[in-house]
């Protein structure tokens, strides 16, 4: 059980603290309400964009990370097509520096030319990199609009295409800036060796005085149901022939998510899993094979990706996956394979409780959806899944009108 004290300033800065006195460190975590998903569709990739630019300096601290190493902290962030978050962890005694730092953001980045250009060419430097240049880089830059037809999951957090963030004005970045970066869009959660009332002092000290931003309500357009199978063959130079299937499912927020999970973990989690068993180990069709959900706030996808073993079609490897699939939809999971999953949840989230940083960013995610209390009750949630409930949510979502299948073939 995870204990949190929570609070709100009048600039609408949500501040949730968790005491844990077995760390000599604290962590802060800033989670801003916003993603890929909040982006002009002709001004893509600038949340990710952010999540650089954030470390370029603000008005008051021109260098952000020599003041948070001279006092022994770390920091880093990430992005996602739904937030970005960004954290610091250090002893607790330098707790002050942490707020310093993270407010003058907040109330300020040092907006300049140059600080743009850097970042711009970082992050197109690792566009190039990550995304064009690596084998099977290119993979969610394919999947996604084939996926999505109008919702804007159809691009990747880093942007549709470079052009978006080469052409990307001081002025564009500003108002992304005004609009997201702002208390009222945040959760901020201070976890570690603290006490309650010296966040309280500290957050009315270094946060209260910032002011409020626009009251943002998403207005997103609903993506509608997919109703034909959907299919895109692409030739590159790797070294071995990939499948990707992404099927439509529910979003983070829905009951109806928790079987789900249990689906990939049934299908995928460990060595004793169906498809490692059967299709890797068994029938060798396949070098690496996996499922998984993406876990986004609006609907999303789950997806199986596997490489194909040396001769294997990909007929051959596109059947044996829907044949698993038929398996999970036909008969029902049995009473020992789901206890096996259902124990893994329960032990790494167990293990993840003993971290800070995982602690603190877990509880601000969970806020975000609704309520912090729920880091204490998703366990609950996935030992209450039943066999029938798998069954149920594998017969929804394993149609073959709801999928997408990308066919990565290896330049022979």
């Known amino acids: 059980m995870i204990k949190f004290e929570k609070f709100i300033l009048a600039n609408g800065l949500k501040v949730i603290v968790h005491q844990d006195k077995s760390t000599p460190l604290a962590c802060i975590n800033i989670l801003y309400d916003v993603g890929s998903r909040d982006e002009n569709p002709n001004q893509t990739g600038f949340a990710h964009l952010f999540e650089h630019l954030m470390f370029g300096g603000s008005v008051n601290i021109p260098n952000y990370d020599e003041p948070l190493q ?4 770390e920091n880093n962030a990430f992005t996602t097509n739904d937030i970005t978050n960004y954290h610091i962890t250090l002893p607790s005694e330098n707790l002050e520096t942490g707020f310093w730092l993270e407010s003058d953001r907040m109330l300020s980045l040092a907006f300049s030319e140059k600080s743009l250009e850097v970042q711009r060419s970082v992050v197109i430097e690792e566009f190039k990199q990550r995304y064009l240049n690596q084998p099977y ?31 990307a004005k001081i002025e564009d970045v500003k108002n992304f800036f005004k609009k997201f ?15 309650l009332d010296e966040v309280k002092r500290l957050s009315e000290k270094w946060f209260a005085t910032i002011a409020k931003g626009p009251e943002n309500k998403r207005n997103l357009p609903k993506e509608p149901e997919q109703t034909e199978a959907r299919s895109l063959t692409v030739e590159r130079d ?4 990939a499948i990707y299937k992404a099927y439509h499912m529910c979003s983070r927020y829905d009951k109806e998510y928790y079987a789900i999970d249990l689906i990939s973990d049934v299908l995928s989690q460990g060595n004793s899993s169906r498809l490692h068993k059967t299709l890797i180990k068994d029938k060798k069709m396949f070098s690496d094979l996996h499922a998984y959900v993406m876990g986004d706030f609006d609907k999303g996808l789950f997806v ?13 490897a596109d059947e044996a996956i829907n044949e698993e699939l038929q398996k999970i939809k036909t008969e029902l999971v049995s009473v020992d394979e789901l206890t096996k999953v259902k124990n893994k949840i329960e032990a790494s989230h167990t293990f993840g409780e003993i971290d800070i940083l995982n602690k603190a960013t877990n ?24 066999a029938k409930q798998i069954k149920e949510q594998a017969n929804i979502i394993f149609k073959k009108e709801n999928c997408s299948t ?6 022979k």
Not at 158 to 165: A, F, L, N, R, Y
Not at 406 to 411: G, V
């Open 137 to 167: 880089g290119d993979v969610w830059l394919l999947l996604r609009p084939m996926a999505y037809k109008i919702h804007p999951y159809l691009w990747d957090t880093i942007g549709k295409e470079i052009s978006h963030i080469e052409n």
């Open 70 to 73: 001279r006092v022994g902290g």
């Open 181 to 195: 970066y702002c208390p009222n869009n945040a959760i901020m959660v201070v976890a570690g060796n603290v006490e």
């Open 406 to 411: 990308l066919y990565y073939k290896s330049k």
């Open 304 to 316: 199986i990706f596997g490489k194909l073993s040396k001769g294997i079609t990909m007929e051959q």
């Open 363 to 386: 509880l601000a995610v969970s806020e975000l959806l609704g309520n912090a209390n729920m880091i204490n009750e998703e366990v609950g949630k996935y030992l209450s899944v039943t």
């Open 238 to 241: 790797v070294p071995v022939d």
